[in-house]
């Protein structure tokens, strides 16, 4: 045994034995009741704010002016018929980003040709004002439907192509070493070992990818206004119907977050072995 084998045993045993005080996650009925106070105190706070009068309504309604606005929006059919347009242009385009921007991903992460090649191409646009190629996206593909879907394609592509990038890149080298021990050349391994590994941390960009989807659907709906949740706030807007507005977004705010949920229960479902 060396010098101080020993004390240093000890002194790892004794670390891992030292209680741990920050990111425990709150488990049991504290884990159901924390949220639903979170919940509780903001709307206690929008009450106070709009009953005493320090915000006025044109520019923030009650809670309950906005509940009834949200209500009236599902008796009318508005969240089924515009809320369905606006989950299908951002399914469109999320489909459409993952075809092609996983696969660029992938060979940028895989291959150092592919990532000197495009990586000045397509890195430099994940700082870029997205919403300033409206413009453009207009001039190409005019203000009806299909500038919508490939904005949104746009917007989300430019992330999930650097997102899939770094999945790749943290894969362990011991998946790479492990392939050329077993006599995989290289396509061998990118298939067998370095995209399953990868494609928890893949799915991970998709999901971020929708919720930023979801950011850019208004900037996208409010060019020619037919349908969409986007077009609902901004005809609220022009007609000054504060309700509306904030119900509207409270609309999007749920899907999006439903669909959060959903893409979670996804990724729990085929990744749970990824930590």
């Known amino acids: ?25 709150v488990t049991g009925h504290r884990a159901r009741i924390l949220p639903l106070c979170g919940v509780l105190g ?51 385009a999320v489909s459409l980003a993952s075809v092609v921007g996983i696969p660029l991903g992938i060979a940028m992460g895989a291959f ?9 191409v397509v890195f430099p646009f994940r ?25 949104l394609f746009f917007g989300t592509v430019v992330y999930l192509i650097p997102l899939t990038f770094d999945a790749v890149r943290a894969v362990p080298e011991e998946y790479v ?25 893949i799915f991970d960009g998709i999901k971020v990818c929708t919720g930023i989807a979801w950011t850019y659907l208004v900037a996208a ?7 969409g949740m986007g077009a609902i706030v901004q005809q609220a807007q022009r007609f000054q119907n504060t309700a509306r507005v904030w119900a509207g977004i409270l609309v999007i705010l ?6 959060d949920y959903i893409l979670g229960k996804i990724r729990d479902r085929f990744f749970a072995w990824e930590v």
């Open 177 to 201: 070493d492990a392939a050329v021990d077993y006599g995989f050349r290289p396509w061998g391994t990118l298939w067998h070992f370095i995209i399953p590994a990868a494609w928890p941390r």
């Open 127 to 151: 700082t870029a004002p997205i919403t300033a190629f409206i413009p453009v996206f207009m001039l190409i593909f005019g203000i009806e439907e299909q500038m919508k879907v490939w904005f």
């Open 42 to 92: 903001v709307i206690a706070l929008w009450a106070l704010f709009t009953e005493t009068g320090w915000v006025r309504s044109a520019f923030l309604p009650s809670p309950v002016d906005t509940l009834q606005a949200f209500l009236a929006m599902f008796s009318d059919g508005t969240v089924v018929r515009d809320g369905w347009a606006s989950i299908r242009r951002v399914l469109v």
């Open 221 to 227: 709906e409010i060019v020619n206004v037919t349908s």
């Open 112 to 120: 150092g040709t592919v990532e000197a090649l495009l990586r000045w």
């Open 254 to 259: 749920l899907i999006g977050n439903f669909t």
């Open 1 to 25: 045994m060396r010098f101080g084998d020993g004390d240093h045993s000890g002194m790892g045993a004794n670390m891992m034995m030292k209680p741990r005080y920050l990111a425990l996650p």
